[in-house]
């Protein structure tokens, strides 16, 4: 005899829970865009894609740079931002706020030629680099949840090259967003006292000052880049009096105003003056909405309990189960005292014709059954699917629905031959209870042993009547472990079923 036991249905919910697993351990990797920028502007070749190459800790692979106006090779703006791996877009957002389009994937950064045709004001190259200090671990601070959302750093055409007119633009119009958590100003020591370094300054703190920052006050962090040590005191003086006295002609109150000042010359830094430099920008330029240290290595239920609200999936069930007792009890007055339709009979439909006696008995047996119509009754076998991207999605689609399918299959059915079968109904008919009775008795039979006592609707007891109050984390992790159980002991079940005949 062979004793071997086939775990088919319990085989499908361990699929789906390796599915979960794989889900959970990558939830990272679907960190939503935030809305909240910081941009780096400043004059072309005033040494940016040095300043972000540093902060970055030269993360940023080599064929994806330039990152910049550097030798004017391009003319869009670079948004910078964490990615699991490293990857390079050609994407249409004229907005901050604006959802992102993906047009092409790059293999490298492209060449001025390249995006020729691409207008600056509507499209953009987002750069995806493996870079924690992107993820903000509360939100934005903008969005109306609280969940992880990606920070981005906006890498501006530098003013000044001769052929970036966008760059030339009032900024008010370019150089300022509407979420914004700081600026970063670089300059080149050289060039402090140009002109159009000046003009532009003073066009910049006007729009900055009209700005609306997460803080309250506007956050400005100016890099002085290719100062010598000697000078770099007394540069950062001169600038800082300058921001201020050209705050307060604008009229702005000086309170509303966070400048931060750093001179340096990359070239004499040692690595650990670097190192300081880059620990001091990020802890600077995130201390308004927090350094917390985004952790991929969460608990289950820390990452259940900040799923996204509509990847809450207990009011869906309720429902559902809601539904099913509604079924039981449609089942439970489909048939009183042995009548599928009570107390009608052929005498007292005598005289009306067909149309007419199908119209009276679908009426009388809605009412039995405490219904309006047939299409309600319908409704609540519908299922909707889980987003892919949902941990829960292979388990929905293999074993909840699986199994919820069997039930509403088998009610539809019923209704559908209850339907059949009154509207069948003539005058000729001689006993109209033994003609209800002779159609319809075999397929209420059957789904009445699908609605009760069996493993399924246990699991929808346990859920119903112990699982009301539980959060989402213990809640999840409960029904997972219940359909374990019952798939197993289904699989038991069907083994010595089989076994027995």
Known sequence: MDNTITFTNTQLVTDSMFYFCEKMGSAHGNIEDGVLTARVVGEYSAGKTRVIREILANKIPENFLPISSLEAQTRLQLEISYGQKDELYL??????CDEAKIINQLTKFPTRAEVIDYSPEDYRLRLLIDEHKFILVKGDGYTDDNQPKKLFLIDTPGWNSGEDTLAEKDAH??????????????????????????AKLDNFLEALGEAIFLSGKAHLH???????????????QRMQERVLQQWQALYFEPDKLDLKIKALDFAEMSEKDIQDFRDNFWRDLLDPIGTEKFEFTQSYADQISNWPEHWDIR???SKQIE????????????????????????????????????????ERWLKQIEFNNVETLKEMTLCHPLAEEHPLYEWWNKYWLANLSIIYENFNRYIDIVNQTIGAVTPKIDDLQLYLSKNISPEYLKIIGKFSNT???LV??????????????????????????????EDHYQNQMAKLG
């Open 460 to 489: 929808t007891q346990v859920v119903e009547q112990k699982m009301n109050l539980l959060s989402l984390e213990r809640f999840t992790a409960t029904l997972l472990k219940l359909s374990v159980l019952q798939s197993r002991y």
């Open 222 to 236: 100016i890099v002085i880049t290719h100062c010598q040590k000697d000078s770099q005191e007394r540069l950062s």
């Open 173 to 198: 119009q370019y150089f300022v967003g509407e979420h914004n958590l700081a600026i970063i100003y670089v300059c080149h020591a050289n060039r402090l006292d140009g002109e159009i370094n000046k």
């Open 323 to 362: 539904n099913i007792r509604t079924m039981q009890k449609v089942l439970n007055l489909a048939c009183i005292d042995g009548q599928f339709i009570q107390n009608m009979n052929m005498t007292r439909l005598m005289g009306l014709s067909q149309e007419n006696i199908i119209e009276r008995l679908t």
């Open 455 to 457: 493993s399924f609707d």
């Open 91 to 96: 994407i249409e957002k004229s907005e901050d």
């Open 315 to 317: 009011n869906t069930i």
